[in-house]
Every structure is written in structure tokens, then in C-alpha cells.
């Protein structure tokens, strides 16, 4: 199953190590899962954890990406044409991040932002190959199907 993950799950995870976040790492870690992000993403992570959690947290989060099997999806070819028209559906700080999840082939989009994501009305309009959750909500459907 490909799980694309959004900058605040990776800063959610760093901050609470017990928390559902840190559980959807932790099945990448255990390899039943398979993580994929962007690069944008990792440095957003780590810039916020760096300025906002600090050391600990900042070095709970290399840990989890050295331990967890991820894949970085590169979304550099990707033409402006296509990238303009993804902002109609959410705003453009946010396109790199469904950008990922397109071209990954993903199975699910994992994020805490609801505003942006989940309760975009676009977005569930758009008759995606994913669905766009909460780490509660997919660790519900990952225990329930598996």
C-alpha cells in the first residue's frame, strides 16, 4: 500500500512519538507500508520541527526517516500548465504536496490539514485515484483491511 505523507505528519510524528502519526511511521518502518513524499515536504518538515520543537524532536525525526522505508518522488518535470491548474483546487503552497500524490500512485494522501486538504470541497470533487485522510482515519482503515 503507497501512503504519501504531508510536512505535518513528519513534524506531528517528530512532536508525539505516541501518537497516530508516529504509528503510520512506524508501520514503514516495519515495511507494511510504503511511505512516499516530496522533497518540498521533507524540508518543510524539518525546518518547522527545527524552529518549533528543537533538537530532540528534530533528531527524532532523521531517525524516523532513516528507519522508515521511504520514497522521494521528484516532481521537477512537471509543466507549469499542470501545476496552474492544480491551484484551482487548493492554494500553491499545497500543489507540491498533490502533485506527490498523483504522480506517485498513491492509495492514500495522509495529512493533518484539514482547511487545505480534507475539508476541501474541491478536492473531493476531483474524483482523485486516492483518498485524502487523517492519520486516525487511515490507521482505522489499515486495521480494518489488513
Same mark, same amino acid.
Not at 18 to 23: D, I, K, L, Q
Not at 58 to 61: A, E, M, N
Given at each position: 500500500m503507497k501512503v504519501f505523507l504531508d510536512a505535518n505528519v513528519f513534524f506531528a510524528a517528530a512532536g508525539s512519538p505516541?501518537?497516530?502519526?508516529?504509528?503510520v511511521l512506524e508501520l514503514a518502518k516495519r515495511e507494511r507500508i510504503q511511505?512516499?513524499?516530496?522533497?518540498? /515536504?521533507?524540508?518543510?518538515?524539518e525546518r518547522n520541527i527545527q524552529a518549533k520543537l528543537g533538537e530532540k524532536a $528534530?533528531?527524532?525525526?532523521y531517525q524516523n526517516l532513516l528507519e522508515g522505508k521511504r520514497k522521494v518522488q521528484n516532481i521537477d518535470n512537471?509543466?507549469?500548465?499542470?501545476?496552474?491548474?492544480?491551484e484551482t483546487l487548493l492554494i500553491r503552497k499545497d500543489v507540491p504536496i498533490l502533485l506527490g500524490a498523483i504522480l506517485?500512485? /498513491?492509495d492514500f494522501l495522509v495529512t493533518l490539514d484539514r482547511k487545505?486538504?480534507?475539508d476541501n470541497k474541491k $478536492?473531493?470533487?476531483?474524483?482523485?485515484s486516492f483518498?485524502?485522510?487523517?492519520?486516525?482515519d487511515f490507521l482505522k482503515y489499515y486495521i480494518k483491511n489488513t
Open positions: 505516541t501518537g497516530g502519526s508516529a504509528f511511505i512516499i513524499t516530496v522533497l518540498y /515536504a521533507l524540508v518543510e518538515a $528534530l533528531d527524532r525525526h512537471v509543466s507549469m500548465k499542470t501545476a496552474t491548474e492544480l506517485s500512485n /498513491a487545505d486538504f480534507i $478536492l473531493k470533487e476531483a474524483d482523485l483518498q485524502i485522510v487523517i492519520p486516525g
